[in-house]
Nanobody, 118 residues
Framework: QGQLVESGGGLVQPGGSLRLSCTAS????????MGWFRQAPGNKRTAVAH???????TYADSVKGRFTISRDNAKKTVYLQMSSLKPEDTAVYYC????????????WGQGTLVTVSS
């Protein structure tokens, strides 16, 4: 089974920056779109950013101008550079991808916690 593994979460002060990484490993290949979602306590999981296999990004309105999604196809990795962080960005961040793993399906990472607090 293929899997996604996130890293880079942690505690940061308001206005600070963090970079999340998510790498595919195991039996996973031909990765199409990749994305980041987040879920704050008591809330539903919502989309943050998405990037196509060709590198075209889209963003939720709440993070436009502050977050940047990118990917390195050779490394099977997607990144989320987060800047000007706000307390309301506090959440567990999950990456996902549409890929053959080994059948074509949506694959989710285990999540990484981002806490924005002074």
């Amino acid at each position: 089974q293929g899997q996604l593994v996130e890293s880079g979460g942690g505690l940061v002060q308001p206005g600070g920056s963090l970079r999340l990484s998510c790498t595919a490993s195991g039996n996973i290949f031909s990765i199409d779109a990749m994305g980041w979602f987040r879920q704050a306590p008591g809330n539903k999981r919502t989309a943050v950013a998405h990037i196509t296999s060709g590198g075209t990004p889209t963003y939720a309105d709440s993070v436009k101008g502050r977050f940047t999604i990118s990917r390195d196809n050779a490394k099977k990795t997607v990144y989320l550079q987060m800047s000007s962080l706000k307390p309301e960005d506090t959440a567990v961040y999950y990456c996902n991808a549409w890929a053959f793993a080994p059948t074509y399906r949506q694959v989710w990472g285990q999540g990484t916690l981002v806490t924005v607090s002074s």
